[in-house]
């Protein structure tokens, strides 16, 4: 079931990417980062809501709820470069280059997560930066 979530969430990305562009056009992206953080605030909380998990958030220890702050924290400074990035330049470029973030997992995974490394991770890490270059060229 991962995989078609996976699937999901980059068709989903995709979109965003093109709506946001849309968007984006004659307003400051920090503006239209803030628009766009509201509304997954909300989606995110109703779907906590209706699920009936909002008894979940007892269950947060401080390690939990001081990774999530990161992420948090590193999300919306990547929608803020990606929507500043956004406004001035073509999505079809910026996308490509704000999807190296998969590289950056494989580093950053490697690295600080243990995880194991073989060659299929190596060349499929190298044909994702390859093709990234050929797009923006």
Avoid: C
Avoid at 24 to 52: D, H, P, Y
Avoid at 65 to 94: D, N
Avoid at 104 to 130: H, M, R, T, Y
């Amino acid at each position: 079931m991962w995989k078609l979530y996976a699937i999901l969430s980059a068709v989903f990305a995709a979109l965003t990417a093109i709506l946001a562009k849309v968007g984006v056009k004659g307003i400051s992206g920090n503006v239209a980062t803030a628009i766009r953080t509201v509304i997954v605030l909300f989606m995110a909380w109703g779907i906590v809501l209706l699920s009936g998990e909002l008894g979940n958030v007892k269950e947060i220890s401080k390690r939990n709820l001081f990774f999530l702050i990161a992420s948090g924290v590193a999300t919306g400074l990547s929608w803020i470069f990606y929507f500043r990035a956004l406004e001035t330049g073509p999505v079809s470029k910026v996308a490509p280059i704000d999807k190296l973030s998969i590289v950056f997992v494989i580093l950053f995974s490697l690295v600080l997560l243990k995880e194991p490394f073989d060659l299929k991770l190596l060349i499929g890490g190298a044909l994702i930066v390859a093709g990234t270059f050929v797009l923006i060229m």
